[in-house]
């Protein structure tokens, strides 16, 4: 979005917006470009549709074309892509003065993660989730961990103890248990799993670490009142499978892979 403001503030364009689908398409409904004469911000897809709508939309910057209105676009039998669906395009002419509503209409639905643990998987993480569809809330209870300078859709929490942050989660939210200390650990995630008692609104709780620490860990939490139906409710190890690599960047990697899996 910030590239697309800072290009309305000198150039007007059209903005190309993915309204309909129907089978195989490149890229679901919502999804944008905006066509500058010497810039191109966004995409619906690449390949022969993006070509297409990208030569139109100049045309109609240089007056060449008129407006399309709604353009219905057959895939296989209009372009020849193998996607053999059908892409309905609205085609608009925007400029600064629609900046704000811009930012408004085509803000991207984020899904909530809360990451608890500033160490280096959750930097590692950090860098690879803020290039994906998530709002990532990251908590510690050390608060000079965090650095500076850090992405639009990642806020910093501090939280002592850092399990009572736990109560005012988003509904929905993503939770990761990788904090310093494995007595944190543990409180966070009784306090998860005491949350899903009550509201089973926490679709993911992903818990770093081996199987030696999730047996210790479901011992103690047996001493706390849990059983098997809570462990059920618990991802560890976290990733998916197949990646065994100790280094934060291929975990982190793998840890974002299966929170994509989880839906949206």
């Not at 290039?131 to 939280?159: C, G, K, M, Y």
């Amino acid at each position: 979005m910030t590239q697309l403001t800072e290009h309305l503030t000198h150039d007007q364009a059209v903005l190309v917006k993915v309204v309909r689908t129907r089978g195989s398409v490149p890229r679901d409904s919502g999804s944008w470009m905006a066509v500058f004469a010497h810039a191109l911000v966004g995409t619906i897809g690449g390949g022969h549709l993006e070509f297409q709508a990208v030569a139109l939309a100049k045309d109609m910057l240089a007056g060449r074309a008129s407006h399309p209105g709604l353009q219905t676009v057959p895939l296989g039998p209009a372009l020849g892509q193998c996607c053999g669906g059908v892409v309905e395009l609205e085609y608009r002419r925007v400029s600064a003065a629609d900046a704000e509503a811009l930012r408004e209409e085509l803000r991207p639905l984020l899904q909530p993660v809360a990451l608890f643990g500033g160490g280096h998987v959750g930097g590692a993480l950090v860098n690879v989730l803020s290039d994906l569809p998530f709002a990532l809330r990251w908590i510690d209870s050390r608060d000079e961990v965090f650095p500076a300078n850090l992405p639009a859709q990642v806020t910093t929490e501090h939280s002592d103890p850092v399990h009572g942050a736990v109560a005012d989660l988003q509904p929905g939210s993503r939770v990761l248990i990788m904090s310093f200390s494995h007595a944190e650990d543990l409180d966070i995630l009784a306090a998860c799993l005491k949350r899903l008692r009550s509201t089973a609104d926490l679709p993911y709780v992903g818990l770093i670490g081996s199987a030696s620490k999730w047996a210790r860990f479901k011992h103690r939490l047996e001493e706390r009142g849990f059983g098997p139906a809570d462990f059920a409710q618990v991802t560890t190890p976290i990733g998916i499978a197949g990646i065994d690599s100790k280094l934060p960047e291929v975990i982190a990697v793998s840890v974002a892979a299966q929170l994509l899996q989880t839906g949206f």
